[in-house]
């Protein structure tokens, strides 16, 4: 995913009656990934979905959690290259995007200047998503395995998490880290305004700026808030907030 990486899908949370159930669902998920299966229909995510509210069972279950769920992964994943190697790549990549925005500058031809600095926008759309996961997430105490491309249907790369040191960050650090690619990738085209400027870009190709920012922030209030990083952050966001209510402490806003 062009995200953070989580394997796994949203599903409504439901209120367990106790560990029973989850060690049941926990040994249905590892029967399944032994024999090659998805995790569809072992009750996994609910498992994990009660462990996330109630934090006096993530010491015992984070583990175990973790290793089902990178042992998922690994079958689900159509690319996955060392953590390393991967951030290096983004790193570069980002590195060649500011690089064809400034040679745009340099060049004389109206149109080029344009495809040259478009290009150089698409390039840090792509790299910035995942290290902004990256960066977020080991502020707050997360660690992550590997960068990986899910599907071809969703070739954006992404970066996973290591399922242990996640169930142990606070939920409320959890859903920031989620949305973290996202903002910024908002943030990005809006940035570039002043280089397009700069750069004497032509009238509707400094506007086209501001409405590729448009539109990326409309297609996620449209289309994305019940899927992907969104999704994630409104769960996260929602297990921070009964966690907060059962405390008797205001959630921040």
Not at 147 to 154: A, E, K, L, M, Y
Not at 174 to 181: C, E, P, Q, T
Not at 194 to 208: H, I, Y
Request: net charge neutral; charged share 15%.
């Amino acid at each position: 995913m062009g995200s953070s990486g989580c394997t796994g899908r949203t599903v409504p949370i439901f209120v367990m009656v106790g560990t029973q159930e989850i060690d049941a669902a926990l040994a249905s998920a590892e029967a399944a990934v032994r024999r090659g299966e998805s995790l569809a229909g072992t009750g996994f995510w609910s498992a994990v979905g009660e462990v996330k509210r109630r934090p006096e069972l993530v010491d015992t279950y984070a583990n175990r959690i973790a290793a089902i769920d990178s042992a998922a992964f690994a079958d689900w994943a159509l690319l996955r290259v060392p953590l390393a190697v991967g951030t290096s790549l983004m790193a570069l990549a980002t590195f060649v995007g500011v690089a064809l925005i400034g040679v745009a500058y340099f060049i004389g031809s109206e149109l080029g200047k344009v495809i040259v600095f478009y290009l150089g926008l698409g390039v840090l759309l792509v790299s910035t998503h995942g290290l902004a996961h990256l960066v977020v997430g080991r502020l707050v105490g997360i660690r992550f395995t590997n960068w990986f491309i899910g599907t071809i249907q969703r070739p954006q790369p992404g970066v996973k998490v290591e399922y242990a040191s996640y169930l142990r960050t606070e939920a409320e650090a959890r859903a920031w880290m989620h949305a973290s690619g996202a903002i910024f990738t908002k943030i990005v085209p809006f940035l570039l305004v002043g280089a397009g400027l700069a750069a004497n870009l032509p009238t509707w190709a400094v506007w086209g700026l501001v409405v590729v920012g448009a539109v990326t922030i409309a297609t996620d209030i449209l289309w994305s808030t019940g899927a992907s990083d969104w999704s994630r952050f409104s769960r996260e966001r929602a297990i921070a907030q009964e966690s907060s209510s059962e405390r008797g402490i205001e959630p921040s806003r």
